[in-house]
T-cell receptor
Framework: AQSVTQLDSHVSVSEGTPVLLRCNYS??????LFWYVQHPNKGLQLLLK??????LVKGINGFEAEFKKSETSFHLTKPSAHMSDAAEYFC??????????????FGQGTILTVHP | DGGITQSPKYLFRKEGQNVTLSCEQN?????MYWYRQDPGQGLRLIYY???????QKGDIAEGYSVSREKKESFPLTVTSAQKNPTAFYLC?????????????FGEGSRLTVL
């Protein structure tokens, strides 16, 4: 079984300040973890992924995430928010060690608001 | 450019009518998926297909049907049996259904039942 919890449904920051979006997961196998971003009425775009290589993962648009097995966390960060970062963000887990279809489980989403 | 095309982008339907959402990909991906998105509920898997002429039910398949006659196409039919069909529907594909490569998503189709 696997699950993912995004700890904040809404996060609000000022432009130029750091962003932290929190994600905890549980998985019976060695997980693969992803962060996706969705702008209004659009599809989801992959920001970054962790697949058992380096624990600090760098993605697009200056985002990065750190896989911490001891804390079962995969928080998304960015040093300086930009207005264009305003969107909804999804944390996703899949059991890479599964025997068949690698089912993806999506978090509930975190809406990021960026103020001027 | 390679990608996933969903159509129509917006669709209105009367109660009791079936409607089919189109999903086409030119990424040469084996696996394709349909998700439903409702506010505050993340994405929920409706159906997925790992290979042509084969598909599996996801978590919320009731009231939906799919076909996979061609590798590049995976249409979703929302039937009159679906009790609450108003939602945003997302089609996705991946190179392999088992590999952790991640999904590529289409732009979505918003269905409203009047």
């Amino acid at each position: 079984a696997q699950s993912v919890t995004q700890l904040d449904s809404h996060v609000s920051v000022s432009e130029g300040t750091p962003v932290l979006l929190r994600c905890n997961y549980s998985s019976s196998y060695s997980p693969s973890l992803f962060w996706y971003v969705q702008h209004p009425n659009k599809g989801l775009q992959l920001l970054l992924k962790y697949t058992s290589a380096a624990t600090l993962v760098k993605g697009i648009n200056g985002f990065e995430a750190e896989f911490k097995k001891s804390e079962t966390s995969f928080h998304l960060t960015k040093p300086s928010a930009h207005m264009s970062d305003a969107a909804e963000y999804f944390c996703v887990v899949t059991n890479a060690g599964g025997t068949s279809y690698g089912k993806l489980t999506f978090g509930q989403g975190t809406i990021l608001t960026v103020h001027p | 450019d390679g990608g996933i095309t969903q159509s129509p982008k917006y669709l209105f339907r009367k109660e009791g009518q079936n409607v089919t959402l189109s999903c086409e990909q030119n990424l040469n991906h084996d696996a394709m998926y349909w998700y439903r998105q409702d506010p505050g509920q993340g994405l929920r898997l409706i159906y997925y297909s790992q290979i042509v002429n084969d598909f599996q039910k996801g978590d919320i398949a009731e009231g939906y049907s799919v076909s996979r006659e061609k590798k590049e196409s995976f249409p979703l039919t929302v039937t009159s049996a679906q009790k609450n069909p108003t939602a945003f529907y997302l089609c996705a594909s991946s190179l392999s259904p088992r590999g952790p490569a991640g999904l590529f998503f289409g732009e979505g189709s918003r269905l409203t039942v009047l």
